[in-house]
């Protein structure tokens, strides 16, 4: 056909039909696609998690209570494939009563709903309280609850304790109504109930020893040296006023304004202030959310400020030692105990077979140098491990500002660290202070080949400490737990900290 041909044959102003393209899809088609419904995938729970503790109390209420799993476990692929529009009957106000205190904080109960029985997680209740309670957020194990209010109090509840005018709404403390001695006893539990879940065959064994009382903190409160309040900004990006500036509500996303924090110290808790009014100031040029850095920082043994920079270097001391770090880094926050503790790890680290301290010092997942610094009294020589070049470098620092000469410092994986350690085993001991999720296998390995004589387990989250030392104990039958016991770094929380004295039986 012609060009001239083929033009005729095309009417005028008629254009030709496009290849269907996401863009001019049908309306039914999109309408289509966008109602159907998306099935629920289960995310996969750290045990040693926070979730996965509490799903391990919950299963221990199960057995005790002659539970089967199945009884109480939700159907969440039903759940989110509601109608949104329809509220979840089960998210009820209750009469509850708190028969569980679970490793987290919460308080645990039992309830009916049209004859099926529900686990109910109910923040600030102490076992003992029977309390009204709003069901709002439904999970696979349980529900989630807000305690309305304190019907019938425990015998371990005295809300004459409580000093914060916001507890019960922020999500930084969990046991202000209980007597501190109470706490520390629900402190050891939580040590014990970590092993008996975490090393089940060491505990049934008998290899775990009784776990000794917690040590107490000099302060209970106004102890914290680090704060980090923060704030949001709407989606639109656009504060229209001064926006809450605080920490998480519990169990919701929001924030909760908070003028003070009683668990801070006077310094940290100015310079909250300050910082509240300098953001009320300004609150229009934020564009997103903020954190807000305090720390305190020693100008003098004497004399602390509170600095709001990262790029500050803080100084502190413990007992008769000089520390200097980046106010960015991580060190610990309760300086009121950080003697006992370290003076605790000092005493632990003596070579079994002589009583002696050791010739040798290793502190693995060093930081700035805490423990290597405050145990290296009498060491041949104190080598420190750390992935953080910054933190070496700290170490380093620490180690010449308290004049000891036997300190060196490495940069590296600490599953990595024996390659460049050859000490004798049997005169050497091991401080192993890991981040919450504990150790590498590929660390553990190493330690089991090197075979050192004393090792002890600084740890932040107790139930990662216990499954490493089960691993150690399975894989060195010749390693013994000698103690256990907990330092109370944050008083008024669920926190614990765990110290393990492990020795080789050579």
């Given at each position: ?255 909760v304004d908070i003028e003070e924090c009683v668990i801070g110290t006077p310094v940290v808790n100015d310079g909250m202030k300050r910082e509240r009014q300098r953001v009320h100031d300004t609150y229009d040029t934020y564009k997103r959310g903020a954190t807000l850095l305090l ?212």
């Amino acid at each position: 056909m012609s060009s001239e041909a083929a033009a005729a044959a095309k009417p005028e102003g008629v254009k030709r039909p496009q290849p269907e393209s996401p863009k001019n899809k049908p309306p039914m088609k999109r309408l289509k696609k966008q109602n159907k419904k998306k099935k629920f995938k289960e995310p996969p729970v750290d045990p040693v998690s926070a979730e996965g503790v509490l799903i391990n109390d919950i299963k221990d209420l199960l057995k005790e209570k002659d539970i089967p799993d199945q009884e109480v476990i939700n159907d969440m692929q039903e759940f989110f494939q509601r109608e949104k529009t329809i509220p979840h009957p089960e998210h009820c106000e209750a009469e509850l009563e708190i028969i569980k205190q679970s490793s987290v904080g919460d308080g645990l109960a039992i309830n009916e709903f049209n004859g099926k029985k529900q686990i109910v997680v109910v923040p600030y209740t102490v076992v003992g309280d029977k309390v009204k309670a709003k069901i709002y957020k439904t999970f696979k194990y349980y529900f989630q609850a807000e305690m309305v209010e304190v019907l019938t109090k425990s015998d371990d509840r005295d809300d004459s304790l409580v000093r914060c005018r916001y507890f019960n709404t922020c999500s930084g403390c969990q046991y202000q109504m209980i007597p501190y001695k109470k706490q520390l006893e629900m402190k050891r539990e939580v040590i014990v109930n970590a092993f008996r879940h975490y090393a089940p065959q060491a505990f049934a064994s008998g290899l775990i020893p009784t776990v000794l009382d917690t040590v107490g903190s000099p302060k209970e409160y106004e102890y914290r040296t680090k704060l980090t309040p923060h704030f949001d900004v709407p989606r639109s990006g656009k504060l229209d006023a001064p926006p809450p500036i605080g920490f998480g509500v519990k169990g919701r996303k929001n924030v909760v304004d908070i003028e003070e924090c009683v668990i801070g110290t006077p310094v940290v808790n100015d310079g909250m202030k300050r910082e509240r009014q300098r953001v009320h100031d300004t609150y229009d040029t934020y564009k997103r959310g903020a954190t807000l850095l305090l720390r305190e920082n020693a100008v003098s043994e004497t004399e602390r400020v509170c600095v709001t920079s990262t790029k500050e270097i803080i100084t502190e001391y413990v007992g008769e030692f000089k520390f200097e770090y980046p106010s960015s880094s991580f060190f610990q926050n309760n300086n009121s105990i950080l003697v006992d503790v370290t003076s605790y790890v000092r005493d632990n680290i003596k070579i079994p077979a002589t009583g002696l301290p050791p010739k040798y010092l290793v502190d693995t997942y060093c930081g700035s140098g805490l423990f290597a610094v405050t145990c290296s009294h009498n060491a041949e020589s104190v080598i420190g491990v750390e992935i953080s070049k910054d933190s070496v470098e700290y170490a380093s620092r620490n180690a010449e500002l308290n004049n000891l000469k036997n300190a060196s410092f490495i940069v590296g994986q600490a599953e990595k660290i024996f390659e460049k350690v050859n000490t004798p085993p049997a005169e050497t001991s091991i401080i192993i202070d890991p981040p919450r999720k504990g150790c590498d296998q590929a660390f553990l390995d190493q330690l089991i080949a090197f075979k050192p004589a004393k090792c002890v387990y600084v740890s932040c989250n107790v139930h990662s400490q216990a499954r490493d030392i089960e691993y150690l104990l399975e894989k060195e039958p010749k390693y013994k737990v000698e103690s256990l016991r907990g330092f109370d770094f944050f008083p008024q929380t669920h926190h614990v900290e765990g110290v393990a004295v492990i020795t080789m039986d050579y």
